[in-house]
């Protein structure tokens, strides 16, 4: 068994989890596609709350992990990418979500807050 390996896949987001460090994880990228946000937004959301996530649910691949993980998925273009475990990725959910949902209450607030001035 190799350090890195896909586990079977049964549907799309089986296909894109990995055994990685004896951990089954997804891949940040795959997450952003799967929470609709953009990459660079996810690793932005993660560093400002790196220490809300559990103890080894989020980590970067390693450059050994990485260039192994870039020829069997033959992408070229991108940053290290963090991994997610189960736990991970659901607190990941609850911050961009929190974020989200901050945001698109500081938009609907806007008009209403102008009109008090």
Not at 65 to 84: D, G, R, V
Not at 85 to 97: C, E, H, P, W, Y
Not at 100 to 112: G, I, Y
Request: aromatic share 8%.
């Amino acid at each position: 068994m190799t350090a890195m390996q896909p586990v079977a896949a049964e549907g799309r987001n089986e296909s894109n989890i990995f055994i990685i460090r004896g951990q089954k994880v997804m891949l940040g990228i795959h997450l952003a596609e799967l929470y609709e946000v953009e990459l660079r937004v996810l690793d932005l959301a993660v560093e400002r709350n790196f220490e809300r996530f559990p103890e080894a649910s989020v980590f970067k691949l390693n450059p050994e992990e990485f260039a192994n993980l870039k020829s069997q998925l033959a992408i070229s273009n991108l940053a290290t990418p963090y991994a997610f475990t189960g736990q991970g990725a659901a607190m990941l959910s609850s911050i961009l979500f929190d974020e989200r949902a901050m945001h698109d209450n500081q938009e609907s607030c806007a008009p209403a807050c102008s009109c008090r001035r």
